[in-house]
């Protein structure tokens, strides 16, 4: 065996435990995150545009903070093992990169305006939709990107691959106010999926490569 062989070898072996432990993460916040939006589903219908001259829009309950705030951080943790997964694997690492920052920007933008809505403004922030919007739209965009990153890969199934991209996409049609947030579920289910697969199998995703290119 030589020395680069080795050297790679050896970065499998500690990559792969990080690996898991990532899917580990993503499973529980991906659980968090389904758990938050149906309870959020059960409040009230909000107020869209100018309904909310006439109604109060729908705020986040004490509960839903809470699980968003744990939740996010976690779907990080595993947003980080795709990034590792990327590096490793060598190709499509400028893709899987740029996926990874919008995405965590995304997740970054909406954690502080939950934290800063449930913190200082008892669950009713007044420019949230505001901070919602973009927030939102980085997730979507460095989902996407991480999703056409999978599918080129071949590193995850085909079919978890499309199932990642079109629960992406479904983002679009997830508004917090109505009912249509319950489209956000198939996102949680897919990042729990993502999750599972990387701590079933980690060592076998990872190909013992001199490094990436």
Known sequence: MTITTMEASARREWTTPLLRATGVAAMLGSVLFVLAVILHSLEPVGCIADECATRSMRSATPMVAALLIAAVPLILVGIAGLLVMAR???????????????????????????????????????????????????????????????????????????????????????????????????????????????????????PIAPGPA
């Open 88 to 206: 490793r694997y060598g190709r499509h690492i400028k893709l899987a990169n740029a996926g990874t920052v919008t995405a965590a920007v995304g997740f970054a933008i909406l954690f502080l305006s939950v934290l800063v809505q449930a913190l200082f403004f008892d669950g009713d922030l007044p420019w949230m939709p505001f901070l919602v919007i973009p927030g939102s739209i980085g997730v979507i965009v460095g989902f996407l990107m991480i999703a056409i990153f999978i599918l080129r890969s071949g590193l995850i199934p085909l079919w978890l691959g499309i199932f990642f991209a079109v629960s992406s996409v479904l983002l679009l049609a997830s508004n917090e106010q109505t009912a249509s947030v319950l489209f956000a579920i198939p996102f949680g289910l897919a990042i729990g999926a993502v999750g599972f697969f990387m701590w079933t199998n980690g060592k076998r995703m990872l």
